[in-house]
C-alpha cells in the first residue's frame, strides 16, 4: 500500500512538473507573437470570391418515368 502511495505522489509530481512546463510554453508562445509585428489587414474584394458551393438550380424535368415500388 506504501508503495503505491509513493507512485501516485510522484505520477502527482511529474504531472505537475508537465503542466508548469506546458503553461510556460504557451506564455512564451503567446509573448512572441504579440512582440510580433502585425501584417498588413488587407480588405479582399467581395465581389471577386469564389464560392466554395456550386450554384446548380433544380433539375429540369427530363421525362424520366418515376420508379414504381411494389408493396
Do not use: F, W, Y
Not at 27 to 35: D, F, G, H
Amino acid at each position: 500500500m506504501r508503495r503505491l502511495e509513493e507512485q501516485l505522489l510522484s505520477h502527482n509530481a511529474r504531472m505537475a512538473d508537465e503542466v508548469k512546463c506546458q503553461l510556460a510554453l504557451a506564455m512564451s508562445q503567446q509573448q512572441q507573437s504579440q512582440e510580433a509585428p502585425l501584417e498588413p489587414n488587407v480588405v479582399a474584394d467581395l465581389s471577386q470570391r469564389n464560392s466554395s458551393c456550386a450554384s446548380t438550380g433544380l433539375p429540369a424535368d427530363k421525362g424520366i418515368p418515376a420508379i414504381e415500388t411494389t408493396a
